[in-house]
């Protein structure tokens, strides 16, 4: 089946600096999403991607869809302490159903 | 305008019991699907329906879960003979069309916590 890295498994940051985290999937996907999880909360989500190379921004957010269709980042600028939070790369290949990485526990620091 | 609903939103059974899980879509949603997240790890997707159609269950334990999506009423997963561990949480997620760009955009509930005792 479908496998997906995600890394870092964590981060610990200062408040105002920049987060930079990655996804890659042993095989090809036709889309990307980038969710985040509060704790005892649902995911929800913060960027599409559809198309190979597309890059999309979303407030402080800005998603990358890799040109090989096998990789995708996530960053988030001049972090705030209510980025705080699990942070989940989701993709799909030929399935409909997504396949999701493993998580990013972000903590920013004041 | 509600998102995905899932109820009950804490469940405790013990060793033995049934669980069933409830969710009902976002309006206009007629697909859903069923993902289960241990501690402190991904979603891992159990299985995804239409109205009164299992699409695809390739995720699902092939003995005590089952799945339903009735003709009227919520989405049910139905846990039997619940053991330690499906101690979970378990979240639904719906989306709008089978095809294009946004078939594969999910919209996930509050999630289902279950433990078992």
């Known amino acids: 089946g479908q496998q997906l890295n995600q890394s870092p498994q964590s981060m610990f940051i200062q408040e105002g600096e920049d987060v930079s985290m990655n996804c890659t999937s042993s095989s090809i996907f036709n889309t990307w999403l980038w969710y985040k999880q509060d704790p005892g909360e649902g995911p929800v989500l913060l960027i599409a991607?559809?198309?190979?190379?597309e890059l999309t921004s979303n407030g402080r957010l800005t998603a990358q869809f890799g040109i090989t269709r096998k990789d995708s980042f996530l960053n988030i600028s001049a972090s705030i302490p209510s980025d705080v939070g699990i942070y989940f790369c989701?993709?799909?290949?030929?399935?409909?159903?997504?396949?999701f990485g493993s998580g990013t526990q972000l903590t920013v620091l004041p | 305008n509600a998102g995905v609903m899932q109820n009950p939103r804490h469940l405790v059974r013990r060793r033995g019991q049934e669980a069933r899980l409830r969710c009902s879509p976002m309006k206009g949603h007629s697909h859903v699907y069923w993902y289960r997240q241990l501690p402190e790890e991904g979603l891992k997707f159990m299985v995804y329906?239409?109205?009164?159609?299992?699409?695809?269950e390739s995720g699902m334990p092939k003995e005590r879960f089952s799945a339903e999506f009735p003709k009227e009423g919520p989405s049910i997963l139905r846990i039997q003979q619940v053991v330690r561990g499906d101690s979970a949480a378990y979240f639904c997620a719906s989306s709008p069309q089978s095809r294009g760009s946004g078939a594969n955009v999910l919209t996930f509930g509050a999630g289902s916590r279950l433990t078992v005792l």
């Open positions: 989701a993709g799909s290949g030929s399935a409909r159903q997504l396949t």
């Open positions: 991607l559809y198309k190979a190379g």
């Open positions: 329906l239409q109205k009164e159609n299992i699409i695809d």
